[in-house]
């Protein structure tokens, strides 16, 4: 799994270079005036979650929640002001909800697997990390492929 680069994993392994971009947001169930100028705001947050720098506001409170999923009815209860989630991930916990929420980019974070010290087999981390580029590489020309102009998506791609 895709780990966020943090200053704690780079302890005790090496960031095998950026696999993907994921843009992370501000989840809201109110259209809340700019974070930065609100005090006391109540975020939802994933435990273990390397996000905790995107908190916003003066004296933030953070609610540590088990999944996503939880942190996403807490703030349908009203329990917390703002859910700091990736975007790929509201449809699926917002689907059946009525009411209105609003949203905001909280930051694109960098994510790519994380190669342990204690391998000594350079040669493996090489190859782990040619793996990482050629992905990437991949990924970049299949999104430029979806990008043409009025090239139709083919529902079998």
């Not at 700019?34 to 975020?43: E, I, K, N, Q």
């Not at 989630?85 to 974070?109: E, N, V």
């Not at 342990?116 to 299949?142: M, P, Q, W, Y």
Request: proline residues 4%; aromatic residues 10%.
């Amino acid at each position: 799994m895709p780990l966020i680069q943090t200053v704690e994993r780079d302890q005790y392994a090496d960031f095998g270079g950026t696999l993907f971009q994921l843009e992370y947001v501000y989840l809201m169930v109110q259209d809340l005036p700019p974070l930065d100028s609100m005090t006391g705001l109540r975020f939802g947050f994933v435990r273990k979650f390397a996000g905790l720098e995107l908190l916003k506001g003066d004296s933030p409170q953070v609610t540590h929640v088990s999944d996503w999923e939880q942190a996403v009815r807490m703030l349908r209860l009203g329990r917390v002001d703002v859910v700091v989630l990736p975007k790929i991930m509201m449809d699926l916990y917002l689907k059946d909800y009525q009411g209105a929420y609003y949203d905001r980019t909280a930051a694109w974070i960098d994510l790519s697997m994380y190669i342990s010290h204690s391998v000594e087999d350079n040669g493996l981390k090489e190859d782990f990390r040619d793996a990482i580029r050629t992905c990437r590489l991949i990924g970049e020309k299949n999104h430029e492929a979806w990008d043409i102009p009025g090239r139709q998506r083919d529902p079998e791609d």
